[in-house]
């Protein structure tokens, strides 16, 4: 199946959605920015006249966990080279392909100590009072180990929290940003997935929130809590209530949704996970070892997520064009038709005329796979960064861009 060409001047909203998976996803993230900034896309805008005016623009962005991090400095404003300075690969990327230095205002690098914020006050509150409850001695094993290890996370996201509202961003408000930017969490006592962005309220459904009462770095900060390594992150509501939320994948990847919910007919979407595939040079997995075997078994679960959602994408407009089709063949009233078509596109949440891109890595870029997560060394960070680049090359290369 041949991609259509996409014309650009006639989108209104591009979006960019940005996934997560650590540092090395936001290596990914930046490598991905070059690459469309190349490709004359907007990736960050000096004012709001340049957002409005500028076709190939992108007015918003949706960020989960490391893509929140990401999504967050860019939607202040910050050029792609800040970012480069952020996570300190700018010695790392060769000048050709670095951007132009007009709006270059240097960030001050993420350091290991902004990642990993120790959490000791659940270590100190969790010190197991084994002997007070001799009840436990007589339960069964997964009794006692819950009840030797109830530290609810060895980090916390403060230090990325601080680092966002004391270094970064210029307005902590999602209201008054240029551009448009929601972050993803999931809230911890209540399976419900939670959008953070500049709603005028927050309305909760069962299985979805949106709210406004969080400012962005602490949204961030909920947004990038994955389990077991960080603590849940507490912010109070507009109720005046502590609520817990953590990682903003746990119920959805890519929430490629929220994009079109919010009017916007082209979403790009980027996201560094890619199972292994046998390399001679690598070898077999089962050679690798218990930490490298379960990061294939998370990935292949997201992979088929994400191939999950995109088929479902497919099936539903391929369902739209069959009614549309069929109408036609058959001379059936065009009142009729447009009243069934839009039934199935509102009970399915199909949006016509939205055209997607999928970035990620290509499965020979097996180096991607064995890179370490948090790893803030600029060697890796910046052939991270090429991958990125190339990925969004190949994907643009698909729709004539």
Known sequence: MVNPKIDLSKKKKIALVMSGGGVKAAAFHVGVCLALQQKGFGVAATTDNECSLDP??????????????????????????????????????????????????????????????????????????????????????????????????????????????????????????????????????????????????????????????????????ASASLPPAYAPYGIVNERGKMVHFFDGEIRDTLSTHIATDHGADLVISSYSIQPYHYNKTMGSLHEHGIPLILNQALYQVIEQKIRRQIHHEKIIEEMINTVASYFKQNDLPVEHRDRLIETLAARSGYKANVDRIYIHPHPQDYEMFFFDHFSLNPSILSRIVKIGFKSAVRALRQFDI
């Open 56 to 221: 190939r623009q992108v007015k918003m962005f949706v960020g989960s966990s490391a893509g929140a991090i990401v999504a967050s400095i860019l939607a202040s404003g910050y050029s792609i080279e800040s970012l480069i300075d952020a996570f300190q690969m700018g010695q790392k990327i060769s000048p050709r392909d670095r951007l132009p230095q007009d709006f270059h205002k240097r960030l001050r690098p993420l350091k290991y100590w902004h990642l990993f914020s120790m959490n000791a006050k659940s270590m100190i509150t969790s010190v197991p009072s084994l002997f007070q409850k001799p009840k436990v001695l007589t339960a069964g094993f997964e009794a006692l180990f819950k009840n030797l290890f109830k530290i609810n996370g060895f980090f916390t996201m403060n230090g990325i929290e601080h680092y966002l509202r004391k270094h970064v961003l210029h307005t902590n408000d999602f209201r008054y940003l240029n551009r448009e930017l929601y972050i993803v969490a999931t809230q911890l006592n209540r399976s419900r997935k939670v959008i953070f962005g500049p709603y005028d309220r927050t309305e909760s459904k069962s299985h979805l929130m949106t709210a406004n009462f969080a400012t962005i770095s602490q949204a961030v900060a």
